[in-house]
Every structure is written in structure tokens, then in C-alpha cells.
């Protein structure tokens, strides 16, 4: 296991507390969610996009109640120590919820380094939470022109990449994912997220293929259609 070096911790006191969070859910051992760290997940409720590839439909909803309480969180990371070096917040998107500041200081105090998954919605609350991250795996879902046909949201774009300049501003380490939705992008759109993304200073891009799991009915069906019709269509392309 790798160990994240300690990062600054000086934020205001937050506004809401850890145990206000709404946790859709828990995974209690992850190696593949902050590459080269062995994690524990923790899934925050509610998102305000709907992207057409979702996995995670079912925690979209922000008037959901959450499923687990931020003390059960904290019981399981204390059977951990010594087994996980890593907690990684994700969603949804975990950056909607006031009390993520205040969880994300009590998994450090508790000895972890800290990931966060996010899609860039909130740029101002993501600042706000980077000087207790350590990591970030942020989703830039598609060139400019072509975001709302991804997040059904207008001018998504925008705060996407507000977001990943915070983090690059930050000097936080940073992933950046692009989910091949087949139904919208294209391979020229990958090329453009990854010049585009590049020429700003990221070092790290991978595209991933579109899963079916956990996603809508609607988008199961529009993907089956899609490759029923285009047969000899890529996969995403390695990297």
C-alpha cells in the first residue's frame, strides 16, 4: 500500500457535520477506486445531472434519506486500520452535501489519506474541501459542444472544468476519466477531452467503456440498439 503525503487542514469550521451526510451506501474494500491504494468507498446520495450512462442511478435522487450512518462509516474504518490506507468519497456527487468538510477531517484524523470522485458540479464547494484531499478522480464527460447531450443539464461544461482548474490550481493529483457513451461520443471526441485536458496541465486521462450495470432501463435499451446498429463500433480506447 502506498501512503498519500500529509496534506494542510486549515478550513473553517464546517457548517454541517459528518453525521448529517446521506450515504447511500458503503464498500468496504476497494482496489480499483483510487488506483495504487487499497480503499474503503463511501457512496453520498443525490446528484444534479442525470448522465445518460449513470451506474448509479438509484443514488441520484437528492431527497433520498441515506442508508447508513456516518458512525457505522466510522466503526468500519476502525476495524480497518491497518488493512485500508485510503477512504474515497464518492456519489452521486459527494461535494453536494455541506457535512463532506467535516467527514473528510475526521478520516484523516483516523489516519487515512483521502479520495474524492467528482463530476465538477460545484466548483466553489470543491475548493473549499481540496485542502483535505489528497486525490481526485474528476469525470470530464465530454468536449464542450457536447456536455448537455451527456449531463442533460445546460451549460454543465462550465463548471466541469472551473472544478478541474480549482484542483490543477490546488497541485492535487488528478485523474481524469471520460466514460465512452457510444450513443453520443466518438472517437475524435475523445481526442479533442484529451488534448483539451492535456494542453491545461493533467497528466493522467483514461477513458473507460460504458457499463450497463446499475444503469436506466432507458440507456440499457438506447445501448443495445446502438450496437445492434453499429456492430463494428470501438471499445474505448486503452489509456
Known amino acids: 500500500m502506498t501512503s498519500a503525503p500529509p496534506r494542510p487542514t486549515s ?7 459528518a453525521g448529517d451526510l446521506a450515504i447511500a451506501g458503503v464498500e468496504p474494500f476497494s482496489a480499483c ?17 442525470k448522465c445518460t450512462y449513470c451506474h448509479n442511478v438509484s443514488i441520484i435522487d437528492p431527497r433520498a434519506p441515506g442508508q447508513v450512518a456516518w458512525s457505522a462509516v466510522r466503526e468500519l474504518l476502525s476495524a480497518r486500520r491497518g488493512l485500508l490506507d485510503a477512504v474515497v468519497f464518492s456519489g452521486g456527487e459527494p461535494t453536494r452535501q455541506g457535512g463532506l468538510a467535516d467527514a473528510m477531517r475526521q478520516v484523516r484524523g483516523m489516519g487515512f489519506a483521502v479520495g474524492l470522485h467528482t463530476g465538477g458540479a460545484y466548483p466553489r464547494r470543491l475548493a473549499e474541501v481540496l485542502p483535505l484531499v489528497d486525490w481526485v478522480g474528476l469525470d470530464i464527460k465530454a468536449p464542450v459542444g457536447k456536455y448537455s447531450a451527456v ?14 482548474r480549482h484542483v490543477l490550481d490546488a497541485g492535487v493529483p488528478v485523474q481524469v476519466r471520460t466514460t465512452l457513451d457510444p450513443t453520443i461520443l466518438n472517437a475524435d471526441d475523445v481526442a479533442e477531452i484529451r488534448r ?4 491545461l496541465g493533467v497528466t493522467d486521462v483514461v477513458v473507460q467503456e460504458v457499463r450497463t450495470d446499475g444503469a436506466s432501463e432507458a440507456f440499457v435499451t438506447s445501448l443495445a440498439r446502438y450496437r445492434r446498429t453499429h456492430p463494428a463500433a ?6
Open 11 to 17: 478550513l473553517p469550521a464546517p457548517l454541517q457535520s
Open 33 to 49: 477506486d483510487w488506483p495504487g491504494h487499497l480503499a474503503a468507498v463511501v457512496f453520498l446520495q443525490g446528484c444534479p445531472w
Open 151 to 164: 449531463t442533460g443539464v445546460a451549460n454543465s461544461a462550465d463548471p466541469a472544468f472551473a472544478s478541474l
Open 196 to 199: 483539451t485536458v492535456t494542453a
Open 234 to 239: 470501438p471499445a474505448a480506447p486503452a489509456g
